[in-house]
């Protein structure tokens, strides 16, 4: 079964940082491209960044460029994604997804003082 | 970037009624690489529909997707209590991998 699992959400401070991981299981995490996406409370999804299986491509929303940064360890079956400079507007459920077809749950990041 | 632009924002309609849901792109969406989705409160977004019209694994048949290049349609045959939900297109044929800002089907 797939599964995917993010973890690191939190509160934090405007301009503060924070990296998100998404465990990944029941699949071969190296032969699938990946995605980040999020939802800011009330609103719609946005796509935030996405990383090809082998890392060689590489792509980010403008509102994020410059300061989200996305990898992923396929030894470790794992993707994150670093965020700095964060801001309000930042605050959102983060979802990593597998492709298009498979989603985890989310982890819920609050940027706020 | 490819805006896509859903509509209505609102559909209320009655268990066993036909829905039918719009996505038009900005730009024609390349290879029809366009998805729907369905999500409920607190849950995850469910992936419906790829590749336009071919349906995900274990989705009833009576959601359909059609349409290529700039139009695209989701419909639902006959509504159950359980599909309303809000609704979303995406396209991930080229970066930015944008979405629409979903449709909500509320019951009549």
Known sequence: EVQLVESGGGL?????????????????????????????PGKGLEWVSYISSSSTTIS???????????????????????????????TAVYYC???IGYWGQGTLVTVSS | ?????QSPGTLSLSPGERATLSCRASQ?????YLAWYQ?????????????????????P?????????????????RLEPEDFAVYYCQQYG???FTFGQGTKMEIK
């Open chain 2, 1 to 5: 970037e490819i805006v896509l632009t």
């Open chain 2, 94 to 96: 080229r970066s930015p």
């Open chain 2, 39 to 59: 999500q409920k409160p607190g849950q995850a977004p469910r992936l419906l529909i790829y590749d336009a019209s071919s349906r995900a694994t274990g989705i």
């Open chain 2, 61 to 77: 048949d009576r959601f359909s997707g059609s349409g290529s290049g700039t139009d695209f349609t989701l419909t639902i045959s």
């Open chain 1, 97 to 99: 997804a597998r492709g």
């Open chain 1, 60 to 90: 980010y929303a403008d509102s994020v460029k410059g300061r989200f940064t996305i990898s992923r360890d396929n030894a470790k079956n794992s993707l994150y994604l670093q965020m700095n400079s964060l801001r309000d507007e930042d």
């Open chain 1, 12 to 40: 934090v401070q405007p301009g503060g940082s924070l990296r998100l991981s998404c465990a990944a299981s029941g699949f071969t995490f190296s032969n699938y491209n990946m995605h980040w996406v999020r939802q800011a």
């Open chain 2, 28 to 32: 024609s969406v390349t290879s029809s």
